[in-house]
């Protein structure tokens, strides 16, 4: 591998690290409030927390989206083709949210663009912004992207 592909590799690597860092310190909060009273999430502080969350995990999805475009140009990232379509998959669809709505709240899914399309063949039941936890410290978003798979990942790197 080139070192200029090396570097593009590890400065990528390290921007979804930071994103799942700020997702961490921005998710733990919140839910830490949800878990003592399930009401305060609909408080203005909640909302806030809920922003700073919902960010990072958009930051980390760009992040990864550009660490899979890294990989492939160094040509080390085809066992990974998967979860790289699905991190461009929600990638997509949070960055042009205004062009996907629709199609995932009761509207017209004939007319669904091409990422909520590839997203619906992949989980015709998902909603692309659900952030899940599931009680053990796992988080998935999307109902798509389980973060430990993402973790996985950049520890192998």
């Known amino acids: 591998m080139s070192p200029v592909l090396a570097t593009d590799v590890e400065r990528w690597a390290w921007a979804t690290r930071q994103q799942l860092d700020a997702f961490d310190v921005a998710f733990g ?40 475009k890294a990989l492939r140009a160094a040509g080390v990232a085809d066992s990974d083709a998967d979860l790289f379509r699905r991190v461009k998959s929600l990638r997509d669809i949070h960055e042009h949210w205004e062009q996907h709505r629709g199609s995932f709240f009761g509207l017209d899914r004939s007319r669904a663009r091409t990422a909520a399309v590839g997203y619906l063949r992949m989980n015709p039941d998902g909603h692309p912004w659900l952030i899940s936890w599931d009680g053990e410290g796992a988080v ?16 192998r790197l």
Not at 31 to 54: I, M
Not at 140 to 155: H, N, S, Y
């Open 29 to 68: 909060p919140w839910l830490d409030g949800v878990r003592r009273d399930p009401q305060a999430s609909l408080e203005a502080e909640a909302a806030k927390q809920n922003v700073r969350f919902t960010l990072a995990a958009y930051f980390a999805l760009v992040a990864a989206h550009q660490l899979g």
């Open 140 to 155: 998935t978003l999307g109902d798509l992207l389980p973060l430990g798979e993402l973790r996985d990942l950049l520890d």
